[in-house]
């Protein structure tokens, strides 16, 4: 765990949740969460990958890709990885 994640009740912490309960090389990338500035949570995760390095690449592009797909920029600036096994 690198930091705590935000978890609302959204997509985001059924991802969370998948992510714990995944048995192999797994990563969840969020953006930071400023309740000041943000209003809403992205992440990305990637379930049993080959590698953890190949896991938390593809969750930190999961969550650019919803950042970019939304049109959002946050307070933070964007992604980081918030956990990773």
Known sequence: MRFPPTLGSGECNVAYKAYVAAGGHSA???????????????????????SQKAAEEM???????????????????GC???ASK
């Not at 969550?63 to 797909?69: E, I, R």
């Open 80 to 82: 980081a990885i918030s």
């Open 59 to 77: 969750a930190l592009r999961g969550c650019q890709a919803g950042l970019s797909k939304w049109k959002v920029k946050t307070a933070s600036g």
């Open 28 to 50: 969840y990338a969020t953006t930071f969460y400023s309740r000041v500035v943000d209003l809403y949570i992205i992440c990305g995760t990637k379930l049993n990958a080959p």
